[in-house]
């Protein structure tokens, strides 16, 4: 089955700086590839995703950018702002059987 | 615009006894997850059904079951509940792939937090 791995496990930045978190993934099948934000007591929310045919996607301070070849992908969040702060998870998906690979997990701290 | 609602928020049982959480869409997605999160961890997935068709992860264990009576609903059944399976427990919920094989979105609910005492 898939192994995604997510790193680094926490991360304090400092308002206005930018955060990157990455992820690796071990099937190359894999062609899904979406990021959620859960801040504390509540579920998962889709933030961006990005499918197999594409290399890089932007939403406004959010990007995600992803290497085929290499099985990594990574969410890039600039002019980080304090609301930003929540637990960021990765997640790889085939398609097939719907299932969705969750990477650990990275804390993110934005230190005002 | 509540789209995966699950209830209740918060759900305290004893060891034991037996407890049912339950969730329900808006979104007429077919396909439906029940994931467990444990402090600190991510989503563990418990099972899915693909419309009324059920499946369950190889490690999933006996004690927890779940029924989807209806495209809307599915809950899930603890039916003896310990102290290991007090965590987050979350409902997804998505459409099928599409015509190329692409997966959709998955949409998650706010969660229920279950306590075992």
């Known amino acids: 089955g898939e192994n995604v791995e997510q790193h680094p496990s926490t991360l304090s930045v400092q308002e206005g700086d930018s955060a990157v978190i990455k992820c690796t993934y071990s099937d190359s099948a894999s062609n899904y590839f979406p990021w959620y934000k859960q801040e504390l007591g509540k579920g998962p929310q889709l933030i961006i995703d990005?499918?197999?045919?594409?290399g890089e996607k932007k939403d406004q301070r959010i990007a995600v950018t992803l290497n085929k070849t290499a099985k990594h992908f990574s969410l890039h969040i600039t002019e980080t702002q304090p609301e930003d702060s929540a637990v960021y998870f990765c997640?790889?998906?085939?398609?097939?059987?719907?299932?969705?690979?969750f990477g650990t997990g990275t804390s993110l701290t934005v230190i005002p | 615009d509540a789209m995966v609602i699950q209830n209740p928020r918060y759900q305290v049982t004893q060891f034991g006894k037996p407890v049912t959480l339950s969730c329900s869409q808006t979104l007429n997605h077919n396909v439906m997850y029940w994931y467990q999160q444990k402090s600190s961890q991510a989503p563990k997935l418990l099972f899915h059904?693909?419309?009324?068709?059920?499946?369950n992860e190889a490690d999933t264990p006996d004690n927890f079951q779940s029924r989807r009576p209806n495209t809307s609903f599915c809950f899930l059944d603890i039916r003896s509940p310990g102290l290991g399976d007090a965590a987050m427990y979350l409902c997804a919920t998505s459409r099928d792939v599409d015509r190329a094989g692409e997966p959709y979105e998955q949409y998650f609910g706010p969660g229920t937090r279950l306590t075992v005492t």
């Open positions: 990005i499918r197999s045919n594409v």
């Open positions: 997640a790889a998906t085939r398609g097939t059987g719907n299932q969705f690979y």
């Open positions: 059904y693909y419309d009324k068709d059920f499946n």
